[in-house]
């Protein structure tokens, strides 16, 4: 018998095979990668002048920043800022003495030959004077610079009496400029100095066009035209600048670069195309072949999968090659013991669910009835009144119906008795602290209801809601059919509940060990949802200091017997 190929070696030959057919346009390959050296050198020269000329512009901003920042803090300055106006006496003086120290520590500045104008201000006051360089005066600089969106939301970061902007002249004709807003030290007044955009001068000079500055208002040169956005054609670098929310963005032609000649490329599109042919239909040949043996397979989980029929088995997946065989056989063995789990998994879970009604049922907190038994004996001991005989005879009712079980189905009439006994024992411990009040139809008083649903309801009323009030109040037990359900509620007037607290009623906690069963609203609830399902159970409504409502969701059956 001949040896099978392993699907391994198979896979194995296919790789080797078609790694042959696609060597053939390698050398394509290797000559684009090539050329796309060239241009990422040619790219990285462009980057480093871009660097360059940043960091000449950073650097004039920074000594407009700094020669700002001195202006602020000149004495001469402060010193003039301190006059309303120049009728003052000592007025003229002072301003011709500011604007000359201005003007002499400017010339010295970076920045000198693209300054425009200094204007120094107060605004409270309405007096300003100014330093001219390249943009004369105006008699409406003030109320220009100070209508701006730029001073309007002027703010310094800590540690900083100086702000840059990228914006445009204060007159006319408008053009774009670096705007410097400064603070003067004491405090009565600000510095507004403009620069033209020559500043930026190093960064378009010996560049290919690119280059754009962006900030949030405005973009210079020109605005970045639209063809930039195609990530095909352009890649783009950003560059920070001093100013704040400003950027240089330079954009750089990623496009391959083209065949020396078009002889060439014909000759390089037709090996590719031809390459790309054959590696296609190779490729498909091997696909078929080395697919057919998995198909049935495919297709046996697929049916598995639609039908959900997990006990079938199909022996025709285990042939063929070994791997895809072992494969088949696992599939078959899982789809036996998946057919067999969910089978076992329905029987459990039948089960799980009567033990769970079960055993919610059957919780009784002993503590009960110590406490009630101890208020029967100080009761009789005390008072000595016939209120023993009611407690006795309340307590003596519900442990015969406890003893029962607590897993039936009972009329509602027969609820509403078990809470009469039940009020009867807590009326006395009580002392009329409470009237428990009925608004429950006749004509439903046959409905099916689990039995103790109401009393953990009227427990958490008493205990939760009209104790902590400190005074008298009133329980009403209610019932209404909405449609094909039944709906009881136990509404009383007590403290109320937030939506927060509503939002954690549900959440396991520890019971008083004065509560009769100790299970509480979650029991309650549980018990409802594992009879009737998820659209039953309790709910609950409520209103700090004015009344809480329980509202139990349970199927209209009416008690055949």
């Given at each position: 018998?001949?040896?099978?190929?392993?699907?391994?070696?198979?896979?194995?030959?296919?790789?080797?095979?078609?790694?042959?057919?696609?060597?053939?346009?390698?050398?394509?390959?290797?000559?684009?990668?090539?050329?796309?050296?060239?241009?990422?050198?040619?790219?990285?020269?462009?980057?480093?002048?871009?660097?360059?000329?940043?960091?000449?512009?950073?650097?004039?901003?920074?000594?407009?920043?700094?020669?700002?920042?001195?202006?602020?803090?000149?004495?001469?300055?402060?010193?003039?800022?301190?006059?309303?106006?120049?009728?003052?006496?000592?007025?003229?003086?002072?301003?011709?003495?500011?604007?000359?120290?201005?003007?002499?520590?400017?010339?010295?500045?970076?920045?000198?030959?693209?300054?425009?104008?200094?204007?120094?201000?107060?605004?409270?006051?309405?007096?300003?004077?100014?330093?001219?360089?390249?943009?004369s005066g105006n008699l409406h600089d003030i109320s220009e610079i100070v209508s701006t969106d730029e001073f309007r939301s002027l703010s310094f970061p800590t540690g900083s009496i100086v702000r840059l902007f990228l914006t445009e002249t204060i007159n006319s004709p408008e053009r774009t400029s670096?705007?410097?807003?400064?603070?003067?030290?004491?405090?009565?007044?600000?510095?507004?100095?403009?620069?033209?955009?020559?500043?930026?001068?190093?960064?378009?000079?010996?560049?290919?066009?690119?280059?754009?500055?962006?900030?949030?208002?405005?973009?210079?040169?020109?605005?970045?035209?639209?063809?930039?956005?195609?990530?095909?054609?352009?890649?783009?670098?950003?560059?920070?600048?001093?100013?704040?929310?400003?950027?240089?963005?330079?954009?750089?032609?990623?496009?391959?670069?083209?065949?020396?000649?078009?002889?060439?490329?014909?000759?390089?599109?037709?090996?590719?195309?031809?390459?790309?042919?054959?590696?296609?239909?190779?490729?498909?040949?091997?696909?078929?072949?080395?697919?057919?043996?998995?198909?049935?397979?495919?297709?046996?989980?697929?049916?598995?999968?639609?039908?959900?029929?997990?006990?079938?088995?199909?022996?025709?997946?285990?042939?063929?090659?070994?791997?895809?065989?072992?494969?088949?056989?696992?599939?078959?063995?899982?789809?036996?013991?998946?057919?067999?789990?969910?089978?076992?998994?329905?029987?459990?879970?039948?089960?799980?669910?009567?033990?769970?009604?079960?055993?919610?049922?059957?919780?009784?907190?002993?503590?009960?009835?110590?406490?009630?038994?101890?208020?029967?004996?100080?009761?009789?001991d005390i008072q000595k009144n016939d209120g023993v005989a009611r407690m006795a005879r309340g307590l003596s009712t519900l442990l015969r119906n406890m003893a029962k079980g607590l897993g039936d189905q009972i009329p509602l009439s027969a609820e509403l008795g078990l809470l009469s006994d039940y009020?009867?024992?807590?009326?006395?411990?009580?002392?009329?602290?409470?009237?428990?009040?009925?608004?429950?139809?006749?004509?439903?008083?046959?409905?099916?209801?689990?039995?103790?649903?109401?009393?953990?309801?009227?427990?958490?009323?008493i205990f939760h809601g009209i104790e902590p009030s400190g005074k008298c109040g009133t329980i009403t037990v209610s019932a209404a059919k909405d449609g094909n359900d039944l709906v009881v509620t136990v509404e009383d007037d007590g403290v109320g509940m937030s939506e927060e607290e509503i939002s954690?009623?549900?959440?396991?906690?520890?019971?008083?060990?004065?509560?009769?069963?100790?299970?509480?609203?979650?029991?309650?609830?549980?018990?409802?949802?594992?009879?009737?399902?998820?659209?039953?159970?309790?709910?609950?409504?409520?209103?700090?200091?004015?009344?809480?409502?329980?509202?139990?969701?349970?199927?209209?059956?009416?008690?055949?017997?």
């Amino acid at each position: 018998m001949a040896r099978r190929w392993t699907l391994k070696a198979k896979i194995l030959l296919s790789v080797i095979t078609c790694f042959v057919l696609v060597c053939i346009p390698a050398f394509f390959l290797l000559f684009s990668h090539m050329n796309r050296l060239v241009y990422l050198e040619s790219r990285e020269t462009e980057r480093s002048r871009a660097l360059g000329a940043v960091e000449n512009v950073n650097s004039s901003l920074s000594s407009l920043v700094e020669a700002v920042a001195w202006i602020c803090g000149e004495d001469s300055v402060q010193e003039a800022l301190s006059y309303s106006n120049l009728s003052e006496p000592g007025a003229m003086m002072a301003v011709l003495e500011a604007q000359g120290n201005v003007s002499v520590h400017m010339s010295a500045s970076q920045v000198w030959s693209e300054l425009n104008k200094i204007v120094i201000f107060s605004p409270d006051t309405g007096f300003y004077f100014e330093c001219i360089n390249n943009r004369s005066g105006n008699l409406h600089d003030i109320s220009e610079i100070v209508s701006t969106d730029e001073f309007r939301s002027l703010s310094f970061p800590t540690g900083s009496i100086v702000r840059l902007f990228l914006t445009e002249t204060i007159n006319s004709p408008e053009r774009t400029s670096v705007a410097a807003y400064g603070r003067v030290l004491n405090g009565n007044g600000y510095v507004y100095a403009e620069v033209s955009s020559e500043v930026f001068s190093p960064l378009f000079d010996n560049s290919n066009g690119n280059i754009y500055i962006v900030s949030s208002s405005l973009s210079y040169p020109e605005e970045i035209p639209a063809s930039f956005s195609d990530d095909d054609k352009w890649n783009m670098e950003k560059y920070d600048l001093s100013i704040p929310d400003t950027t240089v963005v330079q954009f750089f032609d990623r496009s391959p670069l083209r065949l020396a000649s078009s002889y060439g490329l014909a000759v390089f599109l037709g090996v590719l195309a031809l390459s790309t042919v054959l590696f296609v239909i190779i490729s498909a040949i091997l696909s078929r072949y080395l697919t057919r043996t998995t198909y049935k397979l495919e297709k046996h989980i697929r049916y598995l999968t639609a039908t959900r029929n997990y006990g079938y088995v199909d022996p025709d997946i285990e042939k063929g090659d070994a791997e895809i065989a072992a494969i088949g056989h696992t599939v078959n063995a899982m789809s036996i013991s998946i057919s067999e789990l969910l089978k076992r998994n329905e029987a459990l879970f039948e089960e799980k669910k009567h033990m769970e009604i079960d055993m919610l049922q059957m919780q009784v907190n002993p503590h009960f009835l110590y406490n009630t038994l101890e208020s029967i004996y100080y009761l009789a001991d005390i008072q000595k009144n016939d209120g023993v005989a009611r407690m006795a005879r309340g307590l003596s009712t519900l442990l015969r119906n406890m003893a029962k079980g607590l897993g039936d189905q009972i009329p509602l009439s027969a609820e509403l008795g078990l809470l009469s006994d039940y009020d009867d024992i807590q009326q006395v411990r009580y002392m009329g602290m409470y009237e428990l009040v009925y608004d429950v139809p006749e004509d439903l008083m046959d409905m099916k209801i689990q039995k103790f649903t109401l009393q953990p309801l009227v427990e958490n009323a008493i205990f939760h809601g009209i104790e902590p009030s400190g005074k008298c109040g009133t329980i009403t037990v209610s019932a209404a059919k909405d449609g094909n359900d039944l709906v009881v509620t136990v509404e009383d007037d007590g403290v109320g509940m937030s939506e927060e607290e509503i939002s954690h009623i549900f959440e396991q906690k520890k019971h008083s060990k004065t509560d009769m069963t100790g299970v509480g609203v979650r029991n309650i609830n549980d018990r409802i949802r594992l009879v009737y399902g998820r659209g039953y159970g309790l709910s609950f409504e409520s209103e700090r200091g004015v009344y809480t409502k329980a509202i139990v969701r349970v199927r209209a059956e009416r008690c055949t017997e």
